[in-house]
């Protein structure tokens, strides 16, 4: 399976602050990426999609692609308790959806 | 709107005996389908996907194989489990054009004792 590589964390951050995750990739022919959120013993849900390279807002949460660099970012703004979880990056080459083992965050009240 | 159904929820099964998880998607034809498996604190391994009837795509060798017999239906089979089978296993879909977004049913938890 292609590579994508995240810090397993765990990351904490204070309440109100930003919290930074990120995700690099192997596959130059990677198309479309992702960030999802997982509870634990949840299913993951969808929280953001980018497929060109810049910044995509939406909320609290932007989302940054550099191609070149193969590297995929995503920012929390305010932080708050309830987005404690496990965040997963995806990239898509084609129909396939490669996940990275995700970045545990804890956000402290 | 387009949902997906996978069942059951949790599952306890013997070593050597069969498997089959069933997963079906609603509000949508011709949908991409996928099976993925999460072990106890990993990520997401891409098992099976399919992009149409009778089209299974294998991503890794094992005793687990996958089935389509209708557009909205995808079916994940063993003969006989294996200790190392057990984990938390994903069902999604996308509605099949390239961008377009992965959603998950709720899960099924196989504990393989």
């Known amino acids: 399976q292609k590579e994508v590589e995240q810090n397993s964390g765990p990351l904490s951050v204070p309440e109100g602050a930003i919290a930074s995750l990120n995700c690099t990739y192997s596959?130059?022919?990677?198309?479309?990426f992702f960030w999802y959120r997982q509870y634990s013993g949840k299913s993951p849900e969808l929280i953001m999609s980018?497929?060109?390279?810049g910044d995509k807002e939406d909320g609290r949460f932007t989302a940054q692609l550099n191609k070149a660099s193969q590297y995929v970012s995503l920012l929390i703004r305010d932080s708050q308790p309830s987005d404690s979880a496990t965040y997963l990056c995806?990239?898509?080459?084609?129909?396939?959806?490669?996940f990275g083992t995700g970045t545990s965050l804890t956000v402290i009240p | 709107s387009q949902t997906i159904h996978q069942w059951p929820a949790t599952l306890v099964q013997p070593v050597g005996s069969p498997l089959s998880l069933e997963c079906t998607v609603e509000g949508t034809s011709n949908p991409n389908l996928y099976w993925y498996r999460q072990a106890a604190g990993r990520g997401l391994q891409l098992l099976f996907y399919?992009?149409?009837?009778?089209?299974i795509s294998s991503e890794v060798p094992q005793n687990l194989s996958a089935s389509r017999p209708q557009d909205r239906q995808f079916i994940l089979s063993s003969k006989k489990l294996l200790l190392s089978d057990s984990g938390f296993y994903l069902c999604?879909?996308?509605?099949?054009?390239?961008?377009?977004?992965?959603?998950f049913g709720s899960g099924t938890q196989l504990s393989v004792l």
């Open positions: 596959d130059r022919g990677s198309q479309s």
């Open positions: 980018i497929y060109s390279n």
């Open positions: 995806a990239v898509t080459p084609f129909h396939q959806f490669y």
């Open positions: 999604a879909f996308t509605r099949g054009s390239t961008g377009e977004k992965l959603f």
């Open positions: 399919s992009v149409g009837i009778g089209q």
